[in-house]
């Protein structure tokens, strides 16, 4: 009787615990994408939706704002979307912003597809990550191949495909009214914010991409916001255009000093490092080869300019290639991927400056005269100890030592002598 009584209070224990993780609470987690799609954002959020799936989520949303990026990177992102345990929702919003070029295909690929009023999607057309020119077939083999992949997950997410086809092909772009209101519609839900979102998302039943369907249950979700580690903050804005450009001079800066002083060390590092950090962000941006090797050659005609007597053509021409070569080094029609003037001018004439200051110094430096070895002994003082007979030979004190000395003409013991001469232990001397 004792054990049957025990038996049905751990019963009546695992039962309460069973509803009562039943009622727990939804939990819905959050993450903001802003800036470039690139390997550092497809990371984030990679490890969000690995998170979710550990914690059982109901929803993750992801709060997109981007004018796009490397293709390989959205490709990771969809299928960690595709195969994501939790329904993932992509939000565009809030209102002004957009979602374009490799934004658009993850905005199609997601289980939920939503815009802010005031935003728009779409200009997904393809080009050459470097931002080179491609020839036309080349162009048509890589657009047939986004077209297809963007086909597939409109179909797939009963979206409107031709719509997105329109998108890749055609650099199409849609606000959020004409993507909710065609038929079939190329996003879910208009909401104002997050917030909004998951009130209209409750309840609602998603298909997700294998087919099957689930039924979201929010109602009072626990909201998780997610961050970016710091060292993934500090990668993502390394991939900036204008932060990518100031560690591409200044590491070039850096390593020309270090060139000039050999042994200063301090500039060498600094700038070894930047130039790593610069390059790893020239991966990730669309880079116009031409401008980096303009940015290069003006450093090199600045350099030029005080060795060269060129009567300052060599230092305008440095600072035009300078200023030429900043302009062209992001290939990009997108105003967010540009380097303002306000950035290129003040920092291609202080740099111009700088370049300028230190090689006139060293030139300066050159032209001093030697003050150690027989150079420096050329045109110095000293005075007689003994007397020199033209021809013969005596002692003579400079610089605190005692030398063999020989003159063409007399020198008494005690006169005051230059030397004119330095033929191995023995110098030549005339009369002041």
């Not at 704002?65 to 959205?74: A, E, K, M, V």
């Not at 195969?83 to 992509?90: D, G």
């Not at 080179?132 to 797939?156: C, G, I, N």
Request: charge should be neutral.
């Amino acid at each position: 009787m004792r054990h049957a009584r025990l038996l049905i209070t751990i019963g009546l224990i695992v039962l309460a615990g069973t509803l009562a993780a039943a009622e727990r609470a939804p939990v819905v987690h959050t993450a903001t994408v802003d800036g470039i799609i690139h390997p550092v954002s497809s990371e984030f959020m990679r490890s969000v939706i690995a998170r979710a799936d550990a914690d059982h989520a109901a929803l993750v949303v992801f709060t997109l704002r981007t004018p796009g990026g490397l293709l390989d990177s959205t490709r990771d992102i969809i299928n960690a979307i595709i195969a994501a345990k939790t329904p993932v929702a992509v939000f565009v919003g809030p209102s002004g912003n957009r979602a374009a070029s490799a934004g658009f295909l993850i905005t199609i690929a997601a289980d939920v597809a939503a815009m802010s009023p005031g935003t728009h999607i779409g200009a997904a057309h393809p080009v050459a990550g470097n931002g080179e020119k491609v020839d036309d077939v080349m162009a048509k083999k890589m657009t047939s191949d986004t077209a297809a992949y963007a086909r597939t997950l409109a179909t797939q997410r009963g979206r409107n495909v031709e719509l997105v086809e329109k998108g890749v092909t055609e650099s199409r772009s849609f606000t959020e009214r004409e993507a909710s209101t065609a038929s079939p519609p190329l996003v879910d839900v208009i909401a104002a914010d997050v917030a909004d979102l998951i009130r209209k998302l409750d309840g609602r039943t998603v298909r997700r991409f294998d087919g099957s369907t689930v039924t979201l249950k929010l109602t009072n979700a626990t909201i998780h916001a997610a961050k970016m580690t710091l060292p993934q903050q500090i990668l993502s804005a390394i991939a900036h255009p204008q932060i990518a450009y100031l560690l591409l001079t200044l590491g070039t800066l850096g390593l020309t000093i270090e060139l000039w002083s050999p042994g200063a060390v301090a500039p060498g590092v600094v700038g070894g490092i930047c130039l790593l950090l610069a390059f790893f962000a020239l991966q990730v941006l669309p880079v116009s080869y031409a401008g980096v090797l303009l940015i290069l050659l003006g450093f090199a005609l600045l350099v030029l300019e005080v060795k060269i007597v060129s009567h300052g053509l060599l230092g305008a021409g440095g600072i035009v290639s300078l200023l030429f070569g900043s302009l062209m080094l992001i290939d990009s029609p997108l105003p967010e991927m540009q380097i303002g003037l306000r950035l290129i001018l003040p920092l291609t004439l202080t740099l111009a400056a700088i370049l300028l200051f230190l090689v006139r110094l060293g030139v300066r430096a050159q032209a001093q005269p030697a003050v150690t070895g027989e150079s420096g002994m050329l045109h110095t003082f000293a005075q007689a100890l003994t007397a020199i007979e033209p021809g013969g030979r005596g002692r003579v004190s400079t610089r605190g030592e005692i030398w063999a000395a020989t003159s063409p003409e007399t020198v008494r013991a005690g006169d005051r002598v230059e030397v004119t001469a330095v033929d191995g232990l023995v110098l030549t001397v005339k009369r002041l």
